[in-house]
């Protein structure tokens, strides 16, 4: 392997680090680099792209689009090995495992009655958990 391989697998490791020390939060590119930077990791902006985008084709992460036009594409680490929908509160979050048979037959009306089959990998639903939920409603 050449130098400049390992030196690019040394700095993807570190993205990953990052993600495995910040399990459930989601970042941005730029976040990343900051982080990295800050632990003393002299990594690129280019490589820290060029190696989220492998994490995430390799699905060690998850990327999310951005809400608004101006946001940053944020990715968080995949604790998820089976495929399943998930869902992810727009207030807190939170992320949750929709892994059950009400999921299933959504999938199934989608494909027999609309013709697609979901890629489980790209599809997330957004909503308000109960905790978000009931705050917006105190405030």
Known sequence: MSTRGAYQTRQQEA??????????????????HQLLEKQGLSVGKTTVYRGLTRLCESGALRRYAPQGSGESAR??????????LHIRCVGCGALEHLDCGEMEQ???????????ALDEGQTMLYGRCKSCSQKEKNE
């Not at 993205?15 to 990343?32: K, N, T, Y």
């Not at 990715?75 to 399943?84: D, I, M, T, V, Y």
């Open 15 to 32: 993205v990953i680090g990052l993600f495995h020390q910040r399990p459930g939060e989601c970042l941005s590119a730029e976040e990343v």
């Open 75 to 84: 990715f968080q680490l995949n604790p998820c090995k089976a495929s399943h």
């Open 106 to 116: 959504f999938k199934n009306h989608i494909l027999s009655s609309h013709g697609f």
